[in-house]
């Protein structure tokens, strides 16, 4: 009965390769999140997706691509690995803004770490 | 621009005691404020969220929060720390409109002794 999940929940792996994160939600919401957290626990969102359509593109490398096949999935390729690209990776979903303040529901995190 | 500021990195309390976590806020319109909680290794859990409704918001666990606005904080409280408290807590506002957008403040770590 898991609201929100990811796989994989630990992800090691060397400089240059390429990974996917994946993440689904069954809480029938229609926006998805991908949020970057760092080494000193900062959040920052990363990408938004609406029912398929992406929303908010931070400036975020372009080897980082979002992908959406239906609005309970959005995965997360990450292409030519980096150091820098260390963190944990939350996934996030909530229903549409029909009002503000909508909740933002969180995955568990996938912990990547490049070597 | 919205952004939240959380006034302690670190905050000690003994199991039993008071808590007491800081934030103030700065935001160009009536804000939606929320309060998420990281336990170790774990992904963030929603304590509470406030949304232009009733000031004092009641969230999970006995935490609540105070919005005030001319003050601009939304401070987080619990009478009585719990030894499972222990966590980063992270103060969270809504930039609102089509997208959603949360901005984070840096997190305070909570660590209750026995």
């Known amino acids: 009965d898991t609201a929100v999940s990811q796989t994989p929940k630990y992800l090691v792996t060397q400089m240059g390769n390429d990974k996917s994160i994946k993440c689904e939600q069954n809480?029938?919401?229609?926006?998805m999140y991908w949020y970057k957290q760092d080494s000193k626990k900062f959040l920052k969102i990363m990408f938004s997706?609406?029912?398929?359509?992406?929303?908010i593109n931070e400036t975020v490398p372009n080897r980082f691509s979002p992908k959406s096949p239906d609005k309970a999935h959005l995965n997360l390729h990450i292409n030519s690995l980096e150091l820098g690209d260390s963190a944990v990776y939350f996934c996030?979903?909530?229903?549409?803004?029909?009002?503000?303040?909508?909740?933002?529901?969180f995955g568990p995190g996938t912990r990547l770490l490049v070597l | 621009a919205q952004s939240v500021t959380q006034l302690d990195s670190h905050v000690s309390v003994s199991e039993g005691t008071p808590v007491l976590l800081r934030c103030n806020y700065s935001?160009?319109?009536?804000?939606?404020l929320f309060w998420y909680v990281q336990h170790p290794n774990k992904g963030l859990q929603l304590l509470l969220k406030?949304?232009?409704?009733?000031?004092l918001v009641k969230g999970i666990n006995g935490f609540e929060a105070e919005f005030k606005k001319s003050e601009t904080s939304f401070h987080l409280t619990k009478p009585s720390a719990h030894m499972s408290d222990a966590a980063e807590y992270f103060c969270?506002?809504?930039?609102?409109?089509?997208?959603?957008?949360?901005?984070f403040g840096t997190g305070t770590l909570l660590a209750v002794q026995p």
């Open positions: 406030y949304t232009s409704a009733a000031t």
């Open positions: 969270v506002v809504s930039k609102g409109g089509a997208t959603n957008k949360l901005i």
């Open positions: 935001s160009s319109y009536s804000p939606s």
């Open positions: 996030a979903s909530s229903r549409p803004l029909v009002r503000a303040g909508e909740t933002q529901y």
């Open positions: 997706y609406n029912n398929k359509e992406l929303i």
């Open positions: 809480l029938g919401h229609d926006t």
